[in-house]
T-cell receptor
Framework: DQQVKQNSPSLSVQEGRISILNCDYTNSMFDYFLWYKKYPAEGPTFLISISSIKDKNEDGRFTVFLNKSAKHLSLHIVPSQPGDSAVYFCAASALAGGTSYGKLTFGQGTILTVHP | NAGVMQNPRHLVRRRGQEARLRCSPMKGHSHVYWYRQLPEEGLKFMVYLQKENIIDESGMPKERFSAEFPKEGPSILRIQQVVRGDSAAYFC??????????????FGAGTRLSVL
């Protein structure tokens, strides 16, 4: 029962170009979405989030887009840099769901490689 | 500027032994979450605790696993009679009181448990 899916295990991009990472979800109760970045042997680091009342949130080189009707979100990184090479996880939570508000449901992750 | 601190970073146990994983949340944070990551998978929610209370343990295996977050001291994830299938990376996250509307969780570096 994979409620959050990242269908691309890996993505390779040239430095300076745009990286687009995709995420789909099935649970219509999810109303808050986050992207985390993870380097090997480290914990996930929070990048950017978006509430279901918005369809876009931007922070520097990172922009997250949310399409509620399609249950799809994407993370755009532009311009991509070699230091962005990491595993990116999409996560979702149901803030209005009563007792489940503390729980994040993660996708499987996408390995991003940015080539110089 | 201490983040979420987990120890030990690496833990090796033989089958049947007990494993104790510790997590000190960020200063000012009173909500703690434990996640487990198996190889090639995303993080899976295990348990959500506040001081002296278990709020949501829906992701915890029914047997051998327990968690606590005492009034004083770190949160402890305890695994009794470990088996090889318990080998994984265990991550702790914390969030500050009152931030549930955004539910940004900050992660520690994890404890990598290896069961021989």
């Amino acid at each position: 029962d994979q409620q959050v899916k990242q269908n691309s295990p890996s993505l390779s991009v040239q430095e300076g170009r745009i990286s687009i990472l995709n995420c789909d979800y099935t649970n219509s109760m999810f109303d808050y979405f986050l992207w985390y970045k993870k380097y090997p042997a480290e914990g996930p680091t929070f990048l950017i989030s978006i509430s279901s009342i918005k369809d876009k949130n931007e922070d520097g080189r990172f922009t997250v887009f949310l399409n509620k009707s399609a249950k799809h979100l994407s993370l755009h990184i532009v311009p991509s840099q070699p230091g962005d090479s990491a595993v990116y996880f999409c996560a979702a939570s149901a803030l209005a769901g009563g007792t489940s508000y503390g729980k994040l449901t993660f996708g499987q992750g996408t390995i991003l490689t940015v080539h110089p | 500027n201490a983040g979420v601190m987990q120890n030990p970073r690496h833990l090796v146990r033989r089958r049947g032994q007990e494993a104790r994983l510790r997590c000190s949340p960020m200063k000012g944070h009173s909500h703690v979450y434990w996640y487990r990551q198996l190889p090639e998978e995303g993080l899976k929610f295990m348990v959500y605790l506040q001081k002296e209370n278990i709020i949501d343990e829906s992701g915890m295996p029914k047997e051998r696993f327990s968690a606590e977050f005492p009034k004083e001291g770190p949160s402890i994830l305890r695994i009794q009679q470990v088996v090889r299938g318990d080998s994984a990376a265990y991550f702790c996250a914390s969030s500050p009181l009152g931030s549930l509307a955004k539910n940004i969780q900050y992660f520690g570096a994890g404890t990598r448990l290896s069961v021989l």
